[in-house]
């Protein structure tokens, strides 16, 4: 990709760059350019969930995965059915926020498709959380993940 690509602003807070960075990608040699249909997806996702969560919080956030290409998804053995290949999901933590805190705001506040609370532990900023949004019907489906196994709802690690 390059850089003037790279540079192109998804939302006010949230590059190209930033959205398609990996570091699984960088070390494979894996090519994770999204398509027009992807870019459109991840603008999508900007500015209906990032800018909010980052209005509301008023903090930087860190997004550790959004595109994935399929070659990317196959080699972090992500689900075949992932969201993230068509730029319509974000992995991300906002800095001092725990993880159900957010996941809960976003669950109150905003339009999404599926919210998970993954990884939670006694540390309340450990694992992230997942949000995706669709251009059709959001289900506003909400799960928690802890130890490889989906729940129902949002929860906290017990």
Not at 38 to 62: F, H, K, S, T, W
Not at 81 to 86: D, F, G, L, N, V
Not at 141 to 158: A, P
Request: aromatic share 8%; glycine share 6%; hydrophobic share 40%.
């Amino acid at each position: 990709m390059s850089a003037l690509f790279l540079m192109q602003q998804l939302s006010p807070h949230f590059t190209l760059a930033e959205c398609t960075q990996s570091q699984i990608a960088r070390i494979k040699g894996i090519d994770n350019t999204p398509d027009e249909f992807a870019i459109e997806n991840m603008r999508r996702v900007c500015c209906r969930i990032l800018e909010p969560v980052r209005e509301n919080y008023g903090v930087p956030i860190d997004v550790s995965s959004m595109f994935r290409s399929p070659e990317l998804n196959k080699a972090i053995h992500g689900s075949k059915k992932s969201q993230h290949m068509y730029g319509c999901a974000v992995d991300f933590k906002v800095r001092n926020v725990p993880n159900l805190e957010l996941a809960i705001w976003i669950r109150d506040n905003l339009i999404f498709d599926q919210l998970i609370l993954e990884a939670p532990t006694f540390d309340p900023f450990h694992g992230w959380v997942h949000c995706s949004l669709v251009s059709g019907q959001n289900r506003m489906q909400t799960l928690t993940m802890i130890e490889g196994v989906y729940e129902q709802g949002l929860r906290k690690f017990i």
